[in-house]
């Protein structure tokens, strides 16, 4: 059996050694879908945590200086939290993504805006800048980090009603 498929190899390997023009289009092929395949890889989306880390927020700054406490838009629905799939990674804005950081993903609200989230079914609240978007099809209002999660005490549900204060819009 191991004598019937060796032969027809070892012929194909042959024929295209004996025959420089034939190698030549093979290696020629497989050069220009390596290059193919290469181009088509995705970007990177880790990155070291360094001095500048691409934001211009201290890690788990407190928002409430920033903020006149005065809601200018107010919604309630469905808030989860997203944490070590993404911790590392590069967020929607450019930001290296910190599961820690006081920071949300919305679908529309410019980056930077502050955000006060209380969690309905407890009463606890915390301020967050966005500078993720989430995706579209997601019913959900708001995608919080872990520490906020932590701060919320939703970490076991993974989900909670909450109301959304918009504190002060972004640039």
Request: charge should be positive.
């Amino acid at each position: 059996m191991c004598s019937t498929i060796r032969k027809p190899l070892k012929l194909a390997v042959d024929n295209m050694v004996s025959n420089p023009r034939r190698l030549g289009l093979h290696f020629a092929f497989l050069s220009i879908a390596s290059l193919f395949l290469i181009g088509c890889s995705s970007t990177q989306r880790f990155a070291k945590e360094g001095k500048d880390s691409g934001s211009r927020y201290e890690r788990n700054k407190s928002y409430e200086e920033e903020t006149n406490n005065r809601a200018l838009e107010t919604i309630t629905g469905i808030a989860s939290y997203y944490a070590d799939k993404y911790h590392g990674r590069q967020t929607s804005n450019g930001e290296i993504y910190n599961m820690y950081d006081l920071t949300a993903a919305h679908k529309t609200y410019p980056f930077n805006t502050i955000v006060k989230v209380t969690n309905l079914s407890n009463g606890e609240s915390v301020q967050l800048r966005i500078n993720d978007r989430m995706p579209d099809y997601n019913p959900r209002i708001i995608d919080i980090s872990y520490g906020a999660a932590i701060k919320l005490d939703m970490l076991i549900s993974g989900i909670a009603e909450v109301k959304l204060e918009v504190l002060k819009w972004g640039k």
